[in-house]
């Protein structure tokens, strides 16, 4: 079964950091994009960032770019959200979710078939 | 960017009855075109792919159509489960921009 986890929201000041995990299983995680997409209280979905079954490429929504950055590890079969500068505008529950699978390298661009439950992050004094 | 823009906002309806719900993009995308649903607390599930392509595990009710910019979300026959909110998503180049959500309620 695939399942994917989210940890490491909760309560920050505006201008903190804060670092997100997304553990996953049940799927070769290597061979597969991965994205993080938010949704702000009582809002819509907003896709925040994107990195490839390899590390690269990677891409950010303009609202993020330059304050969040991506990775993953496949030893650990795990995605990681780094947040810093945080702003009021970034509270939102944030899920990762799991994009194509990857063959000889290349990555489709496709829909999300597999999400996380979500993890709560809150920007507020 | 490719703006997604849904219709309605929000909908009333009944068991057993047909629904549409419309997705328009601001450029022509082809079928690159995803149908999700959301219910409240929980994150969203993949219903369609590819505008039409039906994922696995998802009733036949549902069914999706469309390409170039406009895009419907068809429920045959709703049943109490579908009572949910639904957003489709352009898939094919950055930034992935979702539509703002069509409320379906009862």
């Known amino acids: 079964e695939v399942q994917l986890v989210e940890s490491g929201g909760g309560l920050v000041q505006p201008g903190g950091s804060l670092r997100l995990s997304c553990a996953v299983s049940g799927f070769t995680f290597s061979s597969y994009s991965m994205n993080w997409v938010r949704q702000a209280p009582g809002k819509g979905l907003e896709w925040v960032s994107y990195i490839s079954a390899s590390g690269s490429p990677i891409h950010y929504a303009d609202s993020v770019k330059g304050r969040f950055t991506i990775s993953r590890d496949s030893a650990k079969n795990s995605l990681y959200l780094q947040m810093n500068s945080l702003r009021d505008e970034d509270t939102a529950v944030y899920y990762c979710?799991?994009?194509?699978?990857?063959?000889?390298?290349?990555?489709?661009?496709?829909?999300?078939?597999?999400w996380g439950q979500g993890t709560l992050v809150t920007v507020s004094s | 960017d490719i703006q997604m823009t849904q219709s309605p906002s929000s909908v009333s309806a009944s068991v057993g009855d047909r629904v549409t719900i419309t997705c328009r993009a601001s450029q022509r995308i082809s079928t690159w075109l995803a149908w999700y649903q959301q219910k409240p607390g929980k994150a969203p599930k993949l219903l369609i792919y590819?505008?039409?392509g039906l994922q696995s595990g998802v009733p036949s009710r549902f069914s999706g159509s469309g390409s170039g910019t406009d895009f419907t979300l068809t429920i045959s026959s709703l049943q109490p489960e579908d009572f949910a909110t639904y957003y489709c998503?352009?898939?094919?180049?950055?930034?992935?921009?979702f539509g703002q959500g069509t409320k379906l309620e009862i």
């Open positions: 998503q352009y898939t094919n180049n950055f930034p992935y921009t």
């Open positions: 590819s505008a039409s």
């Open positions: 979710a799991r994009g194509a699978y990857c063959s000889n390298g290349v990555c489709p661009l496709s829909s999300f078939d597999s």
